[in-house]
């Protein structure tokens, strides 16, 4: 199954759960928090522990900041597979990618696992790698979740984020919410009956504590110190109509909110917008790199 097959997939069962964008502890690291480190990471695979799981990062290798990207719902590292060597070569940064637990190589955790856990994991592979404070977030879909309770949780672990048509708190009112968790029941009730598979399961677990973990979600607020570019696809995750609108206005709320944010939309591009537009990814990445650390990211 190739890239694009297995998202429409993952994206469609949990169109809702994660509201339709895939809107789907501590780590023993080797470098201290408080201060970016002096050195890349070394290529290829880490395995990283964390709160007793492992979960795997992908290094290619290139100055800092590094370039963490972080897919959506059902999706693991292999959905940028196409647009790591593309951005390594047009930024010379150090790209990231990685598993979430339960997904690709990562290990799977057992009962609960919400954003708040993705983010705890993201931190300690950010810290083992020694990247913490010194690092661009990419964010796909539902990985929009686990950024903002990563700059909430942990402050200025990133020093900025480009934000891929990512599910975001404005977004969450009372009534989305329920109008979500009602489209998203047969879906989920039809997951169940076929064989599991990583994705599932991480979807089917999400819809559990649905309601409640985005009601919370909702609450929270993206820090004015970081940066922020949000990339908001031409379709949205819906197809049209009210939840399409709600999506569109949530990133216009939030790019508003602070002086140093940007809206850019996606013409011509489906959700899927590293897919589609990979060029537009990689030219808002190179804008953020050079807010934040090197010019042009070069």
């Keep these: 199954m190739n890239t694009r097959t297995r998202f429409r997939r993952a994206t469609g069962a949990v169109a809702a759960v994660a509201m339709a964008a895939g809107v789907l502890a501590a780590c023993a690291p080797t470098s201290s928090a408080s201060a970016p480190a002096s050195h890349a990471a070394d290529a290829g695979l880490h395995m990283i522990s964390n709160d007793g799981h492992r979960l795997a990062f992908h290094v290619t290798p290139g100055h800092r900041p590094a370039v963490v990207l972080d897919a959506g719902g059902g999706n693991d590292s292999t959905y940028w597979k196409k647009l790591v060597p593309v951005l390594s070569q047009r930024t010379g940064a150090e790209i990231i990618t990685y598993d979430r637990a339960g997904m690709g190589k990562s290990d799977r955790v057992p009962g609960p696992y919400g954003n708040k856990d993705a983010a705890s994991d993201l931190e300690a592979g950010l810290k083992a790698l020694e990247v913490s404070h010194d690092a661009v977030l990419v964010s796909h879909s539902q990985a929009g979740e ?27 009112s009372t009534d989305e919410i329920a109008r979500i968790v009602s489209a998203n029941a047969p879906k989920i009730a039809a997951l169940k009956k076929h064989k599991p598979t990583k994705a599932s399961r991480q979807l089917i677990a999400m819809a559990k504590n649905y309601a409640p973990a985005h009601r919370r979600y909702a609450q929270l607020s993206w820090p004015a110190s970081v940066p922020a570019i949000a990339v908001v696809s031409a ?39 590293p897919i589609d537009r990979p060029g537009l990814v990689v030219r808002q990445t190179r804008e953020m790199l050079g807010r934040v650390g090197r010019p042009n990211g070069s």
Excluded: I, M
């Excluded at 402050?155 to 977004?171: M, N, T, Y």
């Excluded at 949205?236 to 939309?265: H, I």
């Design 235 to 273: 379709s949205t995750p819906y197809p049209a109509g009210l939840d399409a609108r709600r999506w569109r206005d949530a990133q216009a709320k939030f790019v508003n909110a602070a002086s140093n944010r940007r809206l850019v939309t996606a013409a011509h591009s489906s959700h899927d917008v």
């Design 146 to 172: 686990v950024a903002t309770n990563l700059v909430n949780e942990y402050p200025g672990s990133v020093s900025g984020a480009v934000l891929v048509d990512a599910s975001l708190p404005q977004f969450y």
